[in-house]
């Protein structure tokens, strides 16, 4: 089969194209074809080896997947061969077959397409616990979403209208603001040329917000952890903009609020049954329109440095798939 290589730590130009055997599946574990792949930013860092986390090598990029089973490893029960799955691997999916532990599976039904499904576990299922399990968020309360035309923003503010909060999309461009409307956003502050802090506090009429959904970190977290009201939620998700904040305890003191850690990855270990619940709603909501699930492009598999690349570049605007 093919498979999509990293050999040697570098660039996406480094990855190479290679033929390797297709893997069996053992106890526990079911034999998946890839249908599509899913690629997220953290891929640009996993192959530079600047990830939480280091595969050995060689390893394939690409950590979210659609396919069907091919086979069946011994003590596996309620799959079948044929069914179409998507799955969340952490890496290793850019490949033509995978093996899937099988409490991993997720089932897909005919009405949802394989680039859509693939690209639902890392952003959609990080906002969804982000929101239900962590933030609890409940239905008339205001989000504020940093980042909000990147991936997780994008999903922040669907999952957020879907769940009946009052969106406030934040980020750096008109062009990217405009992006969240179309998702959903009510209201949107542009913090590259507005004080974050005092546009929040404004369209909440001073109270502040319930909900701060932070995947960017930096700055803005001290910002808009100021813009958050009595007894808030500020959800730490991660740091795109590269600095981790260092935040100032007695504004959580003082304002009441928590600050809640969103590690999906360890919840999706730790909880697997609440993981695979808040899969199964999110394939509804994929399947009825309730989130798009937006495929900004798919590539064949030779050409996932390509997507990559466009990846690091920050040039995406929704899920890069790529075919085997």
């Avoid at 596996?76 to 599976?105: I, T």
């Avoid at 009429?205 to 701060?212: L, P, S, T």
């Avoid at 329109?289 to 064949?300: E, F, I, N, S």
Wanted: proline share 6%.
């Amino acid at each position: 089969m093919k498979a999509i290589l990293c050999e040697r730590l570098g660039p996406p130009e480094s990855l190479v194209l290679a033929d390797v055997p297709v893997p069996e599946p053992g106890p526990g574990e079911a034999l998946v074809r890839v249908r599509a792949a899913a690629l997220n930013f953290f891929d640009t860092l996993i192959i530079e080896g600047r990830y939480q986390f280091a595969p050995d090598l060689p390893f394939s990029p690409a950590g979210e997947l659609c396919g069907e089973i091919a086979g069946l490893g011994p003590g596996v029960s309620g799959w079948r061969e044929g069914q179409r799955v998507l799955a969340y691997l952490g890496w290793g999916a850019a490949r033509d077959y995978v093996v899937v532990p099988a409490e991993r599976l997720v089932a897909v039904p005919d009405a949802l397409e394989d680039a859509r499904a693939a690209g639902l576990s890392v952003t959609y299922g990080t906002t969804l616990h982000a929101l239900i399990d962590r933030a609890a968020i409940r239905p008339g309360e205001t989000l504020a979403v940093l980042g909000a035309a990147g991936g997780t923003g994008l999903a922040a503010v669907e999952l957020g209208k879907a769940l009946g909060a009052r969106v406030i999309a934040c980020a750096s461009s008109g062009e990217k603001l405009a992006l969240a409307r179309e998702s959903g956003a009510d209201e949107t502050v542009n913090y590259a040329e507005e004080d974050l802090k005092q546009r929040l506090k404004a369209l909440t009429g001073g109270r502040g917000v319930d909900v701060v959904y932070d995947p960017v970190g930096g700055d803005l977290a001290e910002q808009a952890l100021r813009a958050t009201a009595w007894e808030g939620r500020f959800l730490v998700v991660g740091f795109a903009g590269g600095a981790i904040p260092k935040i100032p305890l007695n504004l959580v003191l003082l304002k009441g609020c928590d600050l809640r850690g969103v590690f999906w990855g360890a919840f999706l270990e730790r909880e697997p049954a609440r993981h695979a619940a808040n899969m199964e709603r999110l394939v509804a909501w994929a399947v009825d329109g309730t989130v798009k699930a937006r495929v900004d492009a798919a590539y064949p598999l030779a050409q996932t440095p390509a997507a990559l690349g466009r990846l690091a570049r920050r040039e995406a605007k929704g899920k890069l798939v790529v075919t085997p």
